[in-house]
């Protein structure tokens, strides 16, 4: 499997190096990098992202303060030239932490067991998920969901064989997160869809009856892809 990686470092030339060692690293898909914690927390929700190569010790928002803030799903490697802070990154879960210089052994070691982690947990897929919905908890079935549509304060489920969408106050980040990366995918800022239920596309738009969900600049290599692979 592929891993979605971003770099967050204010060190070009740390960047420069790690960008090197991620593009000759197979399994590894780097999507962007920040020089940054604020630029990179700000844009993490677009990117859908399964690790962090993240520097500590950064201005404004250090790396540490960044890693609290992430989902149980994204696993962070920390890149750092002081080791004062190792054990307060394993505290936090992190996966490693790599002193600068780093080497591309290390870097790949790192990267290695991530890949590990995510095969490993990746096998134990749930089938389904409780949600709030008004003054009740209800379970859905992950295969009955058509697509999700953000509505700020919370979101809509869309579901086959019901007319009226399921809703329920959470955030599309922590929702992105529980979902299995290889079933659902976000194709905009406000909709993630479930690739099995797709039947139609048309101009960047896939049809779910009589709605039009969009597939954003952001996301349309990636759903490309998807079609692409499933293309006679």
């Known amino acids: 499997m592929k891993l979605k990686c971003i770099i967050v470092d ?22 962007a990098t920040f020089n940054s914690a604020i630029t990179a927390i ?6 859908d992202i399964d690790l962090i190569f993240l520097d500590i010790n950064m201005p404004q928002m250090n790396g540490l303060e960044l890693s ?30 790599l002193l600068k210089p780093i080497s591309y052994a290390d870097f790949l070691s790192a990267a290695q067991r991530a890949q590990e982690w995510y095969t490993r947990t990746g096998n134990k897929q749930e089938t389904s998920l409780f949600i709030k919905s008004g003054y009740q908890t209800r379970k859905i079935e992950l295969d009955s969901i058509l697509y999700i549509e953000n509505q700020k304060d919370y ?23 529980k979902l299995p990366k290889d079933t659902f995918m976000r194709t905009h800022r406000s909709f ?41």
């Open 155 to 177: 979101v809509d489920f869309y579901l086959e064989g019901i007319a009226e969408p399921v809703s329920s106050l959470m955030s599309m980040h922590s929702l992105e997160a």
């Open 68 to 97: 609290k803030s992430l989902p149980a799903s994204v696993k962070v490697i920390f890149t750092t030239a002081y080791d004062q802070y190792a054990i307060e990154g394993f505290r936090l879960n992190a996966l490693d932490y």
């Open 10 to 31: 204010d060190e070009p030339l740390a960047v420069a190096l790690l960008k090197s060692y991620a593009e000759q690293t197979p399994f590894l898909e780097l999507a």
């Open 42 to 47: 700000n844009a993490m929700a677009e990117l």
């Open 192 to 232: 993630i869809v479930n690739l099995s239920k797709v039947q139609i596309v048309e101009r960047y738009c896939i049809l779910f009856g009589k709605k039009y969900v969009p597939v954003s600049e952001t996301y349309r290599k990636s759903f490309q892809q998807f079609i692409d692979q499933h293309l006679l």
